[in-house]
């Protein structure tokens, strides 16, 4: 059996063809290939970017195949293409039915879209719960006229497709399943979309790392919007300077409002204390800054639960995070500060780092919590959800024989 993945990953396809992504962990070939441990073969439904190879990995392979939906970025260009877009969707929902399984990496509109035809049908579905709307939409989090209301809109609107769906899986123990419960008696469990192997663990936090003086600290995340608070982060860092803290931060990620953010290190005249470092190749080049370091913040105004901060756990690295959605079921309470708060995440980085004991006590717990996310233990909850999707289907095609 084949399955159909939407993702709201954009895509590059370059002029021999190939169809590239940024990021290889998290929606390249090594990524899509885990659903062939129970299909047969994996079409993958996004947006194409033609001619244009920025990314570093490839997406297609053996057994992975890509339907293109028209580009657009953000809502306005959405506007005007959403027809065609519809009328795309349409058609993978027709050349498919009959001999392929949907699963939706949920939020946004390809899903959202999809999910229309499918429960207009009647047509069985998983989810992938990734992300929480009402966070990424939350004040300070996008800057567009019409956030308020987004939050509400597709918080709603996911909300109300979980309970549409034939089984759903979520990136969160716990925190999304609050806000968008799935449908009585549905199947449902939960995953992050990291990859964890052996090779991406220390065997044990380095010693050094536990230093008085000379700190390095660092955040990774995009800056294609401001959801990942690096505004935050800086405002509170100046702070942390102007205290006498003797330590440099490190901001791993590109996008549109990365220029903001220069302009922010300079106003605040941290230009000698900051370092951008752009977006980096998923694996070594990360893994790389996060040894450099001593400390991890990821300060979010939304999150679903994010692998970068896994990643840095599993470097053995001490974390201090903010308590939006997943981040709480990674970290102790002590190492959480609320969402925006610019002087408690200021007096938490200068409380942690004042402490190599502190310091010790949060790497050695962060190593031993990452290994919960380790890939064998992740694929077997993959698995059961991927086999609870299939069996619907088949389910549905013998109720529906001779009608497709």
């Known amino acids: 059996m084949n399955v159909i993945i939407t993702t709201e990953t954009r895509f590059q396809k370059g002029r021999d063809g190939t169809i590239y992504t940024d990021n290889e962990f998290a929606s390249g070939y090594s990524f899509f290939k885990r659903y062939l441990e129970v299909f047969d073969s994996v079409t993958v439904v996004g947006r194409l970017q033609e001619y244009l190879t920025t990314g570093n990995a490839k997406v297609t392979g053996s057994n992975v195949f890509f339907k293109p ?41 390809i899903a959202s879209n999809l999910i ?3 429960t207009k049908r009647r047509h069985p579905f998983g989810m992938e719960v990734v992300g929480d709307p009402y966070d990424v939409f939350a004040p300070g989090a996008i800057k567009h006229p019409l956030r308020p209301i987004f939050r509400i809109w597709f918080a709603n609107g996911l909300r109300l497709k979980c309970l549409k769906a034939s089984g759903v899986a979520y990136v969160t123990e716990f925190s999304l399943q609050r806000r968008y419960p799935p449908a009585q008696g549905i199947f449902n469990t939960h995953y992050s979309s990291i990859q ?40 509170a860092f100046a702070i942390c300077v102007q205290e006498g803290l003797d330590a440099r931060l490190t901001l791993v990620g590109d996008g549109k409002f990365r220029k903001d953010l220069e302009h922010l290190v300079d106003s605040l005249e941290l230009g000698e204390y900051v370092r951008f470092a752009g977006q980096l190749p998923s694996g070594d080049a990360v893994r790389q800054q996060l040894d450099n370091a001593d400390l991890f913040v990821l300060p979010s105004k939304g999150e679903g639960l994010p692998r970068a901060m896994i990643e840095a756990m599993a470097r053995g690295l001490p974390c201090i995070g903010s308590s939006a959605s997943g981040i709480p079921e990674l970290l102790s309470s002590e190492d959480l500060v609320q969402p925006g708060d610019i002087h408690h ?26 290994k919960d996310y380790r890939n064998d233990i992740l694929q077997r909850r993959r698995n059961a959800f991927y086999e609870e999707i299939k ?14």
Do not use: C
Not at 87 to 98: A, D, P, Q
Not at 345 to 370: D, F, G, H, T, W
Not at 391 to 404: A, C, H, Q, S
């Open 196 to 235: 964890l192997d052996a090779s991406d663990f220390v065997a044990s936090p380095p010693l050094e790392r536990f230093r008085t003086s000379g700190f390095e600290i660092i955040s990774v995340g995009t800056m294609a919007q401001l959801y990942k608070a690096q505004d935050v982060l800086l405002k």
């Open 116 to 118: 229309k035809v499918l």
């Open 69 to 109: 939906i028209p580009y657009y970025l953000g809502p306005t260009q959405y506007l005007f293409k959403k027809f065609q877009i519809n009328k795309t969707i349409r058609s993978v929902f027709l050349e498919n039915h009959g001999h392929s399984a949907f699963i939706t990496r949920s939020p946004g509109n």
């Open 391 to 404: 069996k619907k289907t088949k389910d549905y095609w013998d109720k529906n024989k001779g009608k497709f």
């Open 345 to 370: 995440l200021a007096q938490k980085i200068i409380e942690v780092l004042s402490s190599p004991e502190r310091l010790r006590s949060m790497s050695e717990r962060n190593l031993e919590k990452a």
